[in-house]
């Protein structure tokens, strides 16, 4: 059954790919994020010392509209909305002997949105917000008084977003000169 989902605001309508919201303020969660670009896999990623317990993969895909302006420019546009799929790993399976791969099994899921209109800067840096995926017509704002906000924006190599993790925008970015300080301090060992 195909999830219902409002229809965008007329500012929206005419921006593709561009977030919508629900008259609550909720996200409604991008459904055919699965065609989008895709960015990378992180296998059992974890930004602090200690280990989740279970093995996962991060999927990353990006709005095409806002991919293709990174390219052009080496920064995200406005209205950009980045999607974070978190899926189960696995060693043994059909014909598999070694290494991982990914389930079925959708452990989670998070969006990243720059939206500009909603979420000022001098709120939000960079006019990002994060969204917990809920339901399939639903996502809802992970307060800012979450860590993954003050970790973006001191670590994020590309407005407050983690392109060091991209391995195609990294030499984008790098070319083009759109490295934060801050990711730069990170990756010269320079940063505490």
């Known amino acids: 059954m195909a999830a219902k989902h409002p229809a965008p605001a007329k500012s929206q ?8 919201y629900t008259s609550a303020g909720d ?4 459904v055919d994020y699965r065609r ?6 992180g296998l059992d990623m974890s930004y602090s010392a200690q280990s989740s317990g279970m093995s996962r993969f991060d999927n990353v895909f990006a709005s095409p509209a ?3 302006q990174f390219v052009a420019t080496g920064h995200w546009p406005d209205k950009t909305i980045l999607v974070l799929e978190v899926r189960g790993a696995a060693s043994k399976g059909s014909i598999n002997k070694n290494g991982h791969f990914q389930t079925t099994n959708l452990m989670g899921m998070e969006v990243h949105v720059r939206d ?6 001098s709120q939000y840096p960079g006019g990002w917000a994060f969204f917990d995926v809920v339901s399939r017509s639903k996502a809802t704002l992970i307060p800012q008084t979450a860590e993954c906000y003050r970790c973006h924006q001191a670590h ?3 407005d407050t977003t983690f392109v060091q993790f991209y391995p ?3 030499p984008i970015a790098t070319q083009m000169g759109t490295l934060s300080a801050t990711y730069q301090a990170d990756a010269s060992g320079n940063n505490p």
């Open 168 to 170: 195609t925008l990294l």
């Open 156 to 158: 994020g190599a590309v």
């Open 66 to 68: 806002a991919y293709s």
């Open 27 to 30: 996200l409604v969660p991008p």
């Open 13 to 20: 309508a005419s921006i593709p790919d561009a977030p919508q």
């Open 36 to 41: 989008w670009i895709y960015l990378t896999s």
């Open 116 to 121: 500009s209109s909603r979420f000022p800067a």
